[in-house]
Nanobody, 120 residues
C-alpha cells in the first residue's frame, strides 16, 4: 500500500557530510509527521529527527546543530542532511512517516533502512 524508499547512505570520514533521502509512494491521502531513526549494532532504535507537515522540527540532543531535516510535501520526500559526522553516528538509518491512507485510516510506514558508516 505504502512504500518508503531511502537512499544516500555510505562510508564517510569523521567530520564529513552525507545527505539521506526518503520518498514515499502508494495509497497516500496525507503525510503527517516524518521521522529519521537510527539503530547502531547492539543498541535500541532511536529517533534522530522529526518534521511536521507544517515544518516544525525536533532533534535528538546528540545531533542537534549538526543534522538538518527537511521535507517537500508535494513530492512526498524527506531529507536528512548530516554534517560533522562522528564515528558514533554509524548506524542503519530508517525513514518513517505517519500517514493517512486514501480511506482515511492511519498508518505508520517504515523504510528498509540505509547504512551510514563513519570511519577513517
Amino acid at each position: 500500500q505504502v512504500q518508503l524508499v531511502e537512499s544516500g547512505g555510505g562510508l564517510v570520514q569523521p567530520g564529513g557530510s552525507l545527505t539521506l533521502s526518503c520518498k514515499a509512494s502508494g495509497n497516500i491521502y496525507r503525510i503527517n509527521t516524518m521521522f529519521w531513526y537510527r539503530q547502531a549494532p547492539g543498541k535500541q532504535r532511536e529517533m534522530v529527527a522529526s518534521i511536521s507537515a507544517g515544518g516544525k522540527t525536533r532533534y535528538a540532543d546528540s545531533v542537534q546543530g549538526r543534522f538538518i531535516i527537511t521535507r517537500h510535501n508535494f513530492e512526498k520526500m524527506v531529507w536528512l542532511q548530516m554534517n560533522d559526522l562522528k564515528p558514533e553516528d554509524t548506524a542503519v538509518y530508517y525513514c518513517s512517516a505517519q500517514i493517512v491512507l486514501q480511506g482515511l485510516e492511519d498508518y505508520n510506514a517504515w523504510g528498509q533502512g540505509t547504512q551510514v558508516t563513519v570511519s577513517s
